[in-house]
């Protein structure tokens, strides 16, 4: 029997401007940290390139050290892009994912904030013919209000609305697959943090 092939064959994480000057702004802001750590885990087990984007760095700061970011021996990017514009979607980082090749991808988004960059770059993508998933245990916003009615939104243009766990398990589609053991110890070893996660920030 041939072994099993992942459901989903060519994902990609963006992480929209997680930055230390936001700690104190963001409603639930560790809550947003913590599943961005573990989609960067599951990105080394799985293989995914990942896309980061800063907003004015000079004046808001660096991404946040305890993910990591092209660190030594942290998680390497394929863009980690400064910007002024809202949407990641910039030349720099249109550049290193094009590099990838030109086959439609699936998209996946972490960060900050949901009703401005984060909606911004979904439906960038969303033009440029990709799926987008966009987890709701991994965005956030200044004001909690603002987040579902983003959400709901980006549902209505089409984007996938999802969670990190259901989002890693449709990316493996197979308990078959070399990587199972791995991501399903990684979802348990990150299940108090998901469920907290969950509880904040999926309960509007």
Known sequence: MAAPARRLVRPTLFICDLQEKFRNAIYEYPKVIATTQKMLKASQILDIPVFATTQL???????????????????KTQAHADKSAFSMWVPEVQK???????????????GIESHICVTQTTLDLL???HKVYVLADGVSSCNPQEVPIALNRLRTEGAVVTTSESFLYECMGDAGIGEFKQISGLV????????????????F
């Open 57 to 75: 760095r000079g004046k808001l700061g660096e991404t946040c050290s305890e993910l990591g970011l092209d660190a030594q021996d942290g998680v």
């Open 96 to 110: 290193a994912f094009n590099a990838l090749g030109s086959e439609k991808r699936e998209c996946i988004i972490v």
């Open 127 to 129: 033009r440029e013919g």
């Open 188 to 203: 348990r070893e990150y299940s108090s943090k998901t469920k907290e996660s969950l509880q904040a920030l999926c309960k």
